[in-house]
């Protein structure tokens, strides 16, 4: 659901985050609702501060419960670094919010009684920590895959963090449902393990599209350079593209030896000899189909 375009970027709501304003606002804490919808928009242009400011390309938001998730048209994963600094501006700015609201808290005695300043606080906090929980899409996922990509490579660090996001979610589901036996029901814990669950699942595609991108803007960034590592790969002929992909990385450029199963040599394939074959046949195809005819 399409909210609003500001400054060349669109926000947009997810139905879950409209049900929660409208549940919120529907038993009279439409104070919180707005206070909760400020934070959210805030820590999102916030990322897209960030990103502008290093020099990448925005595309839009869309606003979740717990958070959102800003879609980046730039190759993050060129420099992960960037994408650590990107995703670590949102949950600072509510670290820094809570400060200086502490501050205020702290000489005027008149706001130490008011529920709503309290809600303020309370609100940042749980969105400044619960976006650092290591889990994609959260800006903790992000700033954990940023920094395995270095020594796994982006696909390989993708794929360890979604499955540290799936475990978290099940174990914040598990604990939802021990207090639930215990007689106490937080909906929250089940909508965010849910949301942490759709929400990885979902980026195992993005991340990939996204590494396809990066690996087509390669060529441009080495001609930019002059120089690029190169590292030789050897690949079985019946081997996936897919599982190929696990082995590179976004700051060399890779050359690809292709075997036969009795380790005969079939012939070599430079990286974008298997980009081509990615765009014709997809990354479910064989290795051998890289090879150039």
Known sequence: MKLFRAGGIVFRFHWTFVLLLFFLAFYGYLDEALILF??????????????????LAVGDVEIFPFGGVARIEDA????????????L??????????????????????????ETFLFFIRCNLVLGF?????ALPLDGGRILRARLAGTLGFQQATELAIRL???????????G?????????????FAAACFLYYGAEKERTVALYAFIRGLSRKKKVFYEQGVMPLTTLMALEDALIKD????????????????????????EAMESDVLDTIMQKGIGAAVKSVLPR
């Not at 449902?177 to 814990?189: K, M, N, Q, S, V």
């Open 76 to 87: 993050l994963e060129l420099d992960p670094q960037v994408e650590s600094n990107v995703s």
């Open 177 to 189: 449902l021990y207090l639930f036996y215990l007689g106490h029901f937080h909906l929250t814990l």
């Open 244 to 267: 190929l992909l696990r082995q590179f990385a976004m700051k060399k450029y890779h050359r690809v030896v292709v075997v036969s199963r009795e380790g005969r040599v079939l012939g």
């Open 130 to 134: 619960f976006n650092l929980l290591p």
């Open 89 to 114: 501006a949102g949950p600072l700015l509510n670290f820094f919010l809570v400060a200086v609201a502490i501050v205020l808290y702290a000489n005027l005695p008149s706001w130490q009684q008011n």
């Open 38 to 55: 400020g934070l959210v928009i805030l820590h999102e242009v916030v990322h897209m501060l960030v990103a502008k400011a290093s020099g």
């Open 165 to 175: 996001s799936q475990l978290i979610s099940l174990l914040l589901f598990a604990l």
